[in-house]
Nanobody
Framework: VQLVESGGGLVQPGGSARLSCLAS????????MGWFRQAPGKEREGIAA????????IYADSVKGRFSISHDRTKNTLFLQMNSLKPEDTAIYYC???????????????WGQGTQVTVS
């Protein structure tokens, strides 16, 4: 599975942004797909995940109510809608996929290269 993120950039506090992650070369019929982020000097943090088969989602407390994860099966694309952005949301954002694991742990099998989001 190859994952390519896009949509990062500079956003003002209180603003919104949407990240996309195009997935290709599926081997399995369903996956859990997640969004992670890593701020300078901090460990990578799982913030949202979704099952591609039934759409179940989970969120970290740090983004619950502000971020929304979704998946378009027809386009093989994962999205992260980010609203009410704060300076502390500044990080490199990664998408990830795993055929069996479902959660926010940093143990996904497949990873994208990351996209920078700066809130300032």
């Amino acid at each position: 599975v190859q994952l390519v993120e896009s949509g990062g950039g500079l956003v003002q506090p209180g603003g919104s942004a949407r990240l996309s992650c195009l997935a290709s070369t599926y081997t399995y019929s369903s996956y859990c797909m997640g969004w992670f982020r890593q701020a300078p000097g901090k460990e990578r943090e799982g913030i949202a995940a979704i099952r591609t088969d039934y759409g179940g989602t989970i969120y970290a407390d740090s983004v619950k109510g502000r971020f929304s994860i979704s998946h378009d099966r027809t386009k093989n694309t994962l999205f992260l809608q980010m609203n009410s952005l704060k300076p502390e949301d500044t990080a490199i954002y990664y998408c990830a996929a795993d055929p069996s694991y479902s959660g926010l742990g940093d143990i996904y099998t497949y990873w994208g290269q990351g996209t920078q989001v700066t809130v300032s």
